[in-house]
T-cell receptor, first 116, second 114 residues
């Protein structure tokens, strides 16, 4: 069965410092992995996705994530945080093969706060 | 703006009542997905429709049902509402029936059951 664990429910950084949001996944088959962002009172927006091409994936707004199969991790990073990055971030896994229909399984979310 | 629209934005109702949430997918998208987001359960997949047919079911209660119409808009019906049904309900759409590609989310409908 597939699952995803976001290791921190809340991360606080200062503006201009690096961001690291951690995610571990469990998947029986070849996973697709996503990071979505949800700003307050808004819907979810795709930041980036991994679907078995390059292991380092670049997304929007300067975010990137690295797929590490040996560690079953897909951590999200950004070199320099912006005030506008304050939001909730969801790590998402989907099996692309197998009988699970490949539906998205969401982590519990990590709330990112950015201090001036 | 994702191109997915949901109405209404907010809904306040009483226990035991029935409500209908509406979703219009992006132009050209054939799949519609419904999700429930609550504080205790997080974001959970409820159900997927593809081109009018039910494709996959997640953690959807028997009191809930959905359908997708010929014009591809979808409705989620919630009946015999309980306090615990209070949540944000999202609709998402994608071009194909394979959910592991990108899904485009609407702004959500916030349901409050009193």
């Amino acid at each position: 069965a597939q699952s995803v664990t976001q290791l921190d429910s809340h991360v606080s950084v200062s503006e201009g410092t690096p961001v690291l949001l951690r995610c571990n996944y469990s998947s029986s088959y070849s996973p697709s992995l996503f990071w979505y962002v949800q700003h307050p009172n808004k819907g979810l927006q795709l930041l980036l996705k991994y679907t078995s091409a390059a292991t380092l994936v670049k997304g929007i707004n300067g975010f990137e994530a690295e797929f590490k199969k040996s560690e079953t991790s897909f951590h999200l990073t950004k070199p320099s945080a912006h005030m506008s990055d304050a939001a909730e971030y969801f790590c998402v896994v989907s099996d692309r093969d197998g009988g699970s229909q490949g539906n998205l399984i969401f982590g519990k979310g990590t709330k990112l706060s950015v201090k001036p | 703006d994702s191109g997915v629209t949901q109405t209404p934005k907010h809904l306040i109702t009483a226990t035991g009542q029935r409500v209908t949430l509406r979703c219009s997918p992006r132009s050209g998208d054939l799949s519609v997905y419904w999700y429930q987001q609550s504080l205790d359960q997080g974001l959970q997949f409820l159900i997927q429709y593809y081109n009018g047919e039910e494709r996959a079911k997640g953690n959807i209660l028997e009191r809930f049902s959905a359908q997708q119409f010929p014009d591809l808009h979808s409705e989620l019906n919630l009946s015999s509402l309980e306090l615990g049904d209070s949540a944000l309900y999202f609709c998402a759409s994608s071009p194909t029936g394979t959910p592991y590609n990108e899904q485009f989310f609407g702004p959500g409908t916030r349901l409050t059951v009193l």
